[in-house]
């Protein structure tokens, strides 16, 4: 079955610094990636996927993500970070299941807080 | 905005009551997904549909159940609803049925909050 994992429950940093979200996954056959992001009272929004190509994909917000075969990972990345940019994130793996379907497992979320 | 419309935002109810969650999907999208978070769980996936057919199962309880309709909206049914049960529930869309040979790049709805008394 597939999982995922983001090892940080919180990341704290200063507006203007680099951030990066951490997510690592397990999956069999090939890996498709998704960050999602969740605003206080509000539904999770699609920044990014990676299903093939290009390591490095580019989504939304100036956000990106760099996805590393050989470490399973799929780390969340921005430049600069604004104090708009506080949020819940969330990583996905598509899986598939028993019917051959496929569905989103999620990873259980990093609360990003960026300080003024 | 998404596309994703759920009703209602928030719903109190009693133990052992039942309630409707309702979800409409985006323009064109024809599968729909049930999703339950909670802060102990974190985003757990209940059910997908397709077309109006169920096409996976998820940790969803038997005292859960869904549809969907010809009009491609669908309703989360929980009933004999128990204090546990209090979640934000979401609805999410896509196009595709979600096959072996595709990807799921869902949108999701705002959330109904269901809150058990």
């Known amino acids: 079955a597939q999982s995922v994992a983001q090892p940080e429950d919180q990341v704290n940093v200063a507006e203007g610094n680099p951030l990066t979200v951490k997510c690592t996954y397990s999956?069999?056959?090939?890996?498709?990636l998704f960050w999602y992001v969740q605003y206080p009272n509000r539904g999770l929004q699609f920044l990014l996927k990676?299903?093939?190509?290009?390591?490095l994909v580019k989504g939304s917000y100036g956000f990106e993500a760099e996805f590393n075969k050989s470490q399973t990972s799929f780390h969340l990345k921005k430049p600069s970070a604004l104090v708009s940019d506080s949020a819940l994130y969330f990583c996905?793996?598509?899986?598939?299941?028993?019917?051959?379907?496929?569905?989103?497992?999620f990873g259980k979320g990093t609360m990003l807080l960026v300080s003024p | 905005d998404s596309g994703v419309t759920q009703t209602p935002k928030h719903l109190i109810t009693a133990t052992g009551q039942r309630v409707t969650l309702r979800c409409s999907p985006r323009?064109?999208?024809?599968?729909v997904y049930w999703y339950q978070q909670s802060l102990d769980q974190g985003l757990q996936f209940l059910i997908h549909y397709y077309n109006g057919e169920e096409r996976a199962k998820g940790n969803i309880l038997e005292r859960f159940s869904a549809q969907q309709f010809p009009d491609l909206h669908s309703e989360l049914n929980l009933s004999s609803l128990e204090l546990g049960d209090s979640a934000l529930y979401f609805c999410?869309?896509?196009?595709?049925?979600?096959?072996?040979?595709?990807?799921?790049?869902?949108?999701f709805g705002p959330g109904t909050r269901l809150t058990v008394l």
């Open positions: 999956v069999s056959g090939n890996p498709y």
């Open positions: 323009s064109g999208d024809l599968s």
């Open positions: 996905a793996v598509r899986g598939l299941v028993e019917s051959g379907y496929s569905t989103l497992t």
């Open positions: 990676y299903i093939t190509g290009d390591n």
């Open positions: 999410a869309s896509s196009r595709l049925a979600g096959g072996s040979s595709s990807y799921n790049e869902q949108f």
